[in-house]
């Protein structure tokens, strides 16, 4: 329903502008992480590149995952809730302006992997403390799904399982990350200590 002589095309617009928003929101955060990419050291910039070409896949499925998961649901409950005592009318505007919010705040939510991995990679934080903070990360995502457009327990839950699972995947991957790590590095020091054990032999040889 639309509202006003002039709502019909500034409706239209806004959406036209909101998808141009979408579209363009992946490529602003990779903007925002180089902006500040020259402040970080060697070490920092190694995981940080990496880490930025997963910013636009992980946004875009939150946006797929809101749209499609997401949305119907939450509308559905929202409009159907109670509707013997109102007459309910939904306003072009406001369906719009719900739809963006909650695109938007899903596709940044899903940007939780890349945080945890920067943590876990720099030395922040470990795997294991993760594991062990686990209950008080289950709390904070229910505070963030219950800050979200919507504001009901259907969409609240809906949004709360994705970010779990990520968090969850974040976690394993850390700790895979972190094991290859650590046999990279035991091989490397067998490498150099076989150098040192060859290096002192044909220093005996020599002295013989």
């Not at 809730?81 to 739809?99: C, P, V």
């Amino acid at each position: 329903m639309t509202l006003g002589v002039g709502e019909p095309f500034t409706a239209t617009f806004k959406v036209a502008a909101y998808a141009a928003m979408l579209l363009a929101l992946p490529l602003l955060l990779y903007q925002a992480y180089s902006f500040i990419l020259p402040a970080f050291s060697p070490r920092e910039r190694q995981v940080a590149v990496p880490l930025l070409t997963m910013v636009p896949f992980l946004f875009f499925s939150g946006v797929v995952f809101a749209y499609f998961m997401v949305l119907p649901p939450a509308i559905n409950f929202l409009q159907n809730f109670n509707d013997d005592s109102f007459d309910i009318l939904l306003q072009a505007r406001d369906f719009y302006s719900f739809e963006l919010l909650v695109l938007m705040a899903m596709g940044v939510l899903f940007q939780i992997p890349v945080g945890i991995l920067a943590a876990t990679r720099l030395g922040v934080v470990t795997p294991t403390q993760l594991r062990k903070g686990r209950r008080y990360a289950f709390v904070i995502i229910a505070v963030m799904a219950m800050l979200l457009p919507g504001q009901d327990p259907v969409t609240m839950l809906i949004m709360m399982i994705p970010l779990i699972v990520l968090y969850e995947a974040s976690i394993l991957l850390a700790s895979l990350l972190d094991r290859r790590d650590a046999r990279v590095r035991a091989r490397e020091d067998a490498e150099l200590a076989a150098d040192d054990d060859d290096e002192l032999l044909y220093r005996d040889r020599d002295d013989d």
